[in-house]
């Protein structure tokens, strides 16, 4: 069977790391348009590059670990389907949860990339605006290798191919406000797949779904995924 996953930051809100749409409409006590887009990147570098380095240091130092879910999908992945993970967050729990590929259509915090040469390097420690392109030897362009709003997605070409062969859609812990990821269940009920969200609550576009499951992440995935390779 093919089944396309896409993850939002709810499937990593049990392992503590917070979602962007807390009741307050702030990202970690920010306006995204202060911290996630080009123009705020062009106005206060400093301030967007502590942002992600604040987001990088709690991921790599504040004892967050893959939750049941993160985990359940790796053994997804591992089974005689065909699976396509594509996630929005930009942490690095799905592998540590031992997915073998994962689709980051937002990028990675654990990425940088230089905005002369294009190169995309590993990056564990805190970006500064007179950062060096190791390739390129330019100063001062580097940058998260996110995708801000109003950017490009990553990866669009192989997730629309993969959503186009899918016999089953399942979104998790996405609020389903984010385009074009928010779009993908009527492409997937389009090509015929069975419609699954997973999520504490409704989200946005819930009605374009055949399935709902309502409920923690760390839960409703385990028991989805045990159903599927018990069957
Ligand atoms: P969102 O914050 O807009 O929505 C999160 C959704 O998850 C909500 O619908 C909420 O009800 C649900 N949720 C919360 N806890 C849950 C749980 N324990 N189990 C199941 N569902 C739960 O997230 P989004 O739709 O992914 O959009 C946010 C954007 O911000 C993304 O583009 C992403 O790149 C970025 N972001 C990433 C991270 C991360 O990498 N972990 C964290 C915050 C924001």
């Known amino acids: 069977m093919n089944i396309v996953i896409l993850t939002g930051a709810g499937i990593s809100a049990e392992s503590g790391i917070k979602t962007f749409r807390g009741n307050d409409g702030l990202w970690e006590n920010h306006r995204v348009e202060d911290v996630a887009t080009p123009e705020a990147y062009c106005a206060n570098p400093e301030l967007v590059l502590s942002f992600y380095n604040a987001r990088r240091h709690a991921l790599l130092n504040t004892g967050i670990q893959p ?92 997730i629309y191919s993969a959503l186009d062969r899918a016999d089953v859609f399942v979104a998790i812990g996405t609020s389903g406000r984010v ?19 997973i999520n504490l609550e409704a989200s946005d576009v819930a009605p374009a779904f055949a399935e709902h499951r309502i409920g923690p992440a760390s839960e409703q995935v385990v028991e989805w995924v045990n159903e599927l390779l018990a069957d």
């Open 67 to 158: 939750n049941a879910a993160h985990t359940a999908l790796a053994r997804l992945q591992y089974s005689h389907h065909d699976v396509t993970l594509i996630t929005q967050n930009v942490d690095n729990l799905h592998e540590r949860g031992g997915s073998p590929s994962v689709l980051h259509m937002h990028g990675e915090l654990l990425k940088q990339i230089c905005t002369g040469c294009a190169d995309v390097t590993l990056i564990e420690w805190a970006q500064t605006v007179r950062d060096v392109c190791a390739c390129c030897s330019a100063v001062g362009t580097l940058r998260p290798d996110i995708v801000w709003f109003g950017e490009m997605p990553k990866l669009m070409d192989e």
């Open 179 to 197: 385009y074009p990821a928010a779009g993908f269940v009527e492409v997937a009920s389009a090509s015929g797949a069975h419609t699954i969200e």
